[in-house]
C-alpha cells in the first residue's frame, strides 16, 4: 500500500551538502503534508521540518532553520530535503513521513513513515 522510500544519504564532511528526496506511492500525495525526521544514535527521533501540501507553509527545527530547505513536487510524489552547511551533530538516520495536518506532522503525529536513510557528516 503506501510507501515512501528516502534517498540521497550518505557520507559527507563537514560544511558540506546533502539533498534528500522521498518518493511516495499508494497514496494522494497532495492530500498530505509531509515531514523530515531525524533519529542519531541513542537519542530520541526529532521533527526537522514540514511542508504543507501545496508548500504554502513550512516549519523548521531551530537547528534545520537558516541551513535546511524542505520543497515538494507534488507532480513526482516526492518531498525534498535540502542540507547545507552540515555539522557532525546531522548525523542521524533521516525520515520522512506524511499526515493530512501539518501541524499533525510538526508533532511528529504521522500515519505513514519511510525505512530512512542515513546521513553521516564527518569532522
Known amino acids: 500500500q503506501v510507501q515512501l522510500v528516502e534517498s540521497g544519504g550518505g557520507l559527507v564532511q563537514a560544511g558540506g551538502s546533502l539533498r534528500l528526496s522521498c518518493a511516495a506511492s499508494?497514496?494522494?500525495?497532495?492530500?498530505?503534508?509531509m515531514g523530515w525526521f531525524r533519529q542519531a544514535p541513542g537519542k530520541e527521533r526529532e521533527f526537522v521540518a514540514a511542508i504543507r501540501w501545496n508548500g504554502d507553509y513550512l516549519n523548521y527545527a531551530d537547528s534545520a532553520k537558516g541551513r535546511f530547505t524542505i520543497s515538494r513536487d507534488n507532480a513526482k510524489n516526492t518531498v525534498y530535503l535540502q542540507m547545507n552547511s552540515l555539522k557532525p551533530e546531522d548525523t542521524a538516520v533521516y525520515y520522512c513521513?506524511?499526515?493530512?495536518?501539518?501541524?499533525?506532522?510538526?508533532?511528529?503525529?504521522?500515519?505513514?513513515w519511510g525505512q530512512g536513510t542515513q546521513v553521516t557528516v564527518s569532522s
Open positions: 513521513a506524511a499526515h493530512s495536518s501539518p501541524f499533525a506532522v510538526v508533532a511528529g503525529r504521522c500515519d505513514y
Open positions: 499508494g497514496l494522494t500525495f497532495s492530500n498530505y503534508a
